[in-house]
């Protein structure tokens, strides 16, 4: 049994059927980067496996952990050890950082009171994502993550939007999330991860063990990522973006 | 005190307000001017202390500078622990003992003004009179607790409080009803006076039952360099409040915020803001409202008016429709008669955002959880002081209205 099965999945977004029948399959442990054009559904992707609102599944299925998961809730799946980490996550106002920290590790299994290890120290009392930087929500999207200690981590676009001087910082605590901290076996959990990226350079943090290529709302190619990501910084995807 | 024609006030007793439904006044009976006396606050039978306790008046008056307790027409308790600078007690005493308090009396607000103010006026009403001496800064809030006791009664309110120059003032005042008091009627003129470089902070809690009409009549007047801040606060369910207090900024340099926090439940009815009225130069308000309706009518209001140069003032009302079937009505106004003023407005109505809920479900909370604590956020987030006591009654009201849908 795979930890994350997607049987012929086909999602409406915004009156557009955006995923036209994906099928994919994730392994406990294996993390796996996810490459594509803008537009062509990767975000979607994510969100509908997050369950997000803006998304309907109009068929195929959702597996995780052996559960159909494909009509349940967004908390219930957190529960189940799914995680996100959204590339822009909205602004909430009167909502604190340290309150939300606090409210996903009482749902989670994570820790608390890292917050200085994230450098976030000075924006636990702030409204979460409000006047935030780039580098500061992606550290606190993690800040957060590892509160919640997910057994599956979908990450959009770690890098986005990120300083040179930050993403050493962030690609070390991406690792951590899903690898545990250096010299631990993260308590024999093996986390899996689904990494968006445009760039690949989140992938020397975290290397990764395969690679999808989604274009036009289906999967176009699945193969090494090393291999893949050469071919697409060399020939691009050949196509126009959507 | 100006020269007031008793004709034409006897007129006004059938003027409806310019805001809110009318109210006939011959539905309800006088309410009581003889009540039981308290003398020590701690001795207030329980149930009056939990309601006490509901709109942020504590009961133990530790702490605080002063309390006052009026139930129905009559004030059944009056301490004042800090005399030095500080006169509290029932405005018709002071009126009797201090001569200069008539220069007061109905020089903030014309009786002529409803049929509230008038009634108010021919009543010879009683209320509280707070006064804090010039250049004394009275440490903690003074707190005053109007009950409504008697059903189908009118409750007629007359507070004054005068902050002269050079001094300060926190006032916490919470406004409720005793549980067999359902339907009665709470009128309440407050006329304020801020004098030069001085402040006050008045919060005002109302919780009230599910028929009681409320009709508060608040008139402030500001000196050079004051500073006003009117905090608002209704959480829990009424029949209907029409609330539009106003402050005149007559003094050089004076600033007022107008704070309104309100929840519109089923068959509430509440129409509310406040006004400002920026008479001198370099005058500053800011106009803030956040309000929910779960089903209710909410109607919210803010005025800027704008008289002189150098003046600045922002009006924000903001609300979330949380149930079906409701009305939210905001209206912002500006008006300006000078150039040199800048006046700015925003206002916003609708549903809080799906991605919101959906980014805290991500984190394990679960729909109703994220709704709570966005909601929260909401109405906290853009106020800034309000007491810390208030945050759990806040919690509570959203619980509860939560429940209820």
């Known amino acids: 049994m795979s930890l994350l099965e997607i049987e012929d999945l086909h999602v409406v977004a915004g009156d557009r059927e955006i995923l036209k ?63 996100m980490m959204m590339q822009r996550p909205p602004n909430v106002v009167g909502v604190t950082l340290g309150n939300l920290v606090a409210a996903t590790a009482k749902n989670g299994k994570g820790v608390v009171g890292v917050e200085k290890e994230f450098k976030m120290q000075d924006f636990m009392d702030r409204d979460v994502n409000v ?10 999207e993690l800040l957060q993550l590892t509160a919640q200690a997910p057994d599956f981590v979908m990450l959009d676009e770690p ?50 063990d395969k690679a999808y290529v989604l274009i036009h709302g289906r999967i176009a190619r699945e193969g090494d990522p090393n291999a893949i990501l050469e071919d697409i910084k060399t020939n691009g995807y050949g196509v126009e973006d959507e | 005190m100006t020269r007031i024609d008793e004709n034409e006030v006897k007129k006004a007793l059938d003027k409806p307000a310019a805001y809110g439904e009318d109210i006939d006044l011959n539905e309800y009976v006088e309410g009581d001017r003889e009540v039981e006396q308290i003398e020590n606050i701690t001795d207030t039978p329980e149930d009056l202390k939990k309601r006490m306790i509901n709109v942020g008046v504590e009961a133990d008056d530790d702490g605080k500078e002063g309390t006052i307790l009026f139930i129905d027409n009559a004030m059944s308790h009056c301490s004042n622990k800090a005399q030095e600078g500080l006169i509290i007690m029932n405005t018709q005493k002071a009126l009797e003992m201090y001569p200069w308090a008539r220069d007061y009396y109905w020089s903030a607000i014309d009786p002529t003004k409803d049929k509230y103010t008038a009634k108010t006026y021919q009543e010879d009403s009683d209320g509280y009179f707070i006064y804090v001496k010039a250049g004394y800064h009275i440490k903690t809030p003074v707190q005053t607790c109007m009950m409504l006791a008697k059903n189908r009664s009118v409750q007629n309110l007359h507070n004054i409080i005068i902050v002269d120059d050079n001094a300060s003032l926190d006032m916490v005042t919470g406004c409720t009803t005793v549980h067999h008091a359902n339907q009665a009627l709470h009128v309440g003129v407050s006329e304020m006076f801020i004098g030069n470089n001085s402040s006050l902070s008045f919060t005002m809690v109302h919780s009230w039952s599910d028929q009681t009409a409320v009709r508060p009549r608040t008139n402030v007047l500001m000196g050079k360099n004051s500073n006003y801040v009117n905090n608002y606060v209704v959480l829990d369910p009424v029949g209907t409040i029409q609330s539009f207090p106003n402050a005149y900024l007559n003094g050089e340099g004076a600033r007022c915020s107008f704070n309104t926090m309100c929840i519109a439940h089923e068959n509430s009815n509440i129409d509310t803001g406040g006004c400002a009225v920026l008479n001198a130069p370099n005058t500053g308000a800011e106009i803030v409202s956040r309000n929910i309706s779960y089903g209710g009518k909410m109607i919210a209001r803010g005025k800027l008016v704008g008289n002189a140069p150098g003046a600045k003032a922002h009006l924000e009302c903001k609300s979330i429709i949380l149930k079906d079937g409701g009305v939210t009505h905001a209206i912002p106004e500006l008006e300006a008669s000078c150039s040199d003023v800048e006046m700015t407005h925003e206002a916003a109505v609708g549903k809080i955002a799906q991605e919101q809920i959906d980014y805290l479900m991500t984190r394990g909370l679960s729909q109703d959880e994220a709704v709570s604590m966005i909601v929260r956020g909401f109405l906290v987030g853009g106020i800034r002081g309000l007491p810390t006591n208030l945050q759990s009654e806040i919690d509570a009201a959203i619980e509860k209205a939560n429940e209820g849908n």
Do not use: W
């Open chain 1, 21 to 83: 029948g994906v099928s994919l399959k994730l392994e406990e442990g294996e993390t796996c980067a996810l490459f594509g054009p803008n537009g062509s559904g990767k975000s979607t992707l994510l969100a509908t496996i997050m369950g997000y609102g803006m998304t309907t599944v109009t068929s195929g299925k959702i597996f995780f952990k052996g559960k159909n998961i494909t009509h349940m809730s967004v908390d219930q799946r957190s529960k189940l050890g799914i995680g």
């Open chain 1, 131 to 140: 006047g935030f930087s780039g580098g500061e929500i992606k550290r606190s």
């Open chain 1, 159 to 208: 890098e986005s939007g990120v300083d040179l001087e930050n993403i050493d910082l962030i690609g070390k605590k991406v690792h951590e999330l899903i690898y545990g901290k250096e010299g631990t076996d993260n308590g024999g959990r093996k986390v899996s991860a689904f990494v968006i990226t445009h760039t690949g350079q989140i992938m020397d943090y975290i290397g990764a």
